[in-house]
T-cell receptor, first 120, second 115 residues
Framework: DAGVIQSPRHEVTEMGQEVTLRCKPISGHNSLFWYRQTMMRGLELLIYFNNNVPIDDSGMPEDRFSAKMPNASFSTLKIQPSEPRDSAVYFC??????????????????FGPGTRLLVL | AQTVTQSQPEMSVQEAETVTLSCTYDTSESDYYLFWYKQPPSRQMILVIRQEAYKQQNATENRFSVNFQKAAKSFSLKISDSQLGDAAMYFCAYRSAMRAQKLVFGQGTRLTINP
């Protein structure tokens, strides 16, 4: 299995530009997560999808951030307009199972290699 | 809200020796899961070990084992026979068993292995 795939691996952009990060989850996984890692705040969840539906977006910092999952094999995280404080490593992770109904079983979240974003 | 605390920003150990990384958490829930992830310089997040809160037996994966103390809300990671490849940031994480699968991470412990 190829694992979780993220692109680009590195992105350098100027303040005010639109940035789009992409993620392909592991085939067969139906839960997808976007995390952000910074020195100040550590690792924090931005948004979580189950069966392509956003379940928890309480971590999305503001309206400049948006995420979509048009199908089971692709998700995007968009920042428009970007700001220097958005500089971070963005991780995508996927797992099987999930959802809010009923019990939650122990499914491991598998992480992609991350996208290192630098906004100048 | 749940919180995870790793009180050791950095640890070091001699190769082949044993080291223990500490983690405490705060929750009002009785059913949850705990994880240790490793992040080497490549920045890839790699699952090391996981523990279900309802299980009293401590999880073990080869040289890695945990000491899970539910009443004390403590979840430490023991690495035996440390190897140079174990050098990395280690993150403790919590996940509720009752709602969405969000992982709550500690701030991490940087582990250095001295040859």
């Amino acid at each position: 299995d190829a694992g979780v795939i993220q692109s680009p691996r590195h992105e350098v952009t100027e303040m005010g530009q639109e940035v789009t990060l992409r993620c392909k989850p592991i085939s067969g996984h139906n839960s997808l997560f976007w995390y952000r890692q910074t020195m100040m705040r550590g690792l924090e969840l931005l948004i979580y999808f189950n069966n392509n539906v956003p379940i928890d977006d309480s971590g999305m910092p503001e309206d400049r951030f948006s995420a979509k999952m048009p199908n089971a094999s692709f998700s995007t995280l968009k920042i428009q307009p970007s700001e220097p404080r958005d500089s971070a490593v963005y991780f995508c992770a996927s797992s099987s199972g999930g959802g809010l109904a009923g019990g939650v079983t122990l499914e491991t979240q598998y992480f992609g290699p991350g996208t290192r974003l630098l906004v100048l | 809200a749940q919180t995870v605390t790793q009180s050791q920003p950095e640890m070091s150990v001699q190769e082949a020796e044993t080291v223990t990384l500490s983690c405490t958490y705060d929750t009002s829930e009785s059913d949850y899961y705990l994880f240790w992830y490793k992040q080497p310089p490549s920045r890839q997040m790699i699952l090391v070990i996981r523990q279900e809160a309802y299980k009293q037996q401590n999880a073990t994966e080869n040289r890695f084992s945990v000491n899970f103390q539910k009443a004390a809300k403590s979840f430490s990671l023991k690495i035996s026979d440390s190897q140079l490849g174990d050098a990395a940031m280690y993150f403790c994480a919590y996940r509720s068993a009752m709602r969405a699968q969000k992982l709550v991470f500690g701030q991490g412990t940087r582990l250095t292995i001295n040859p």
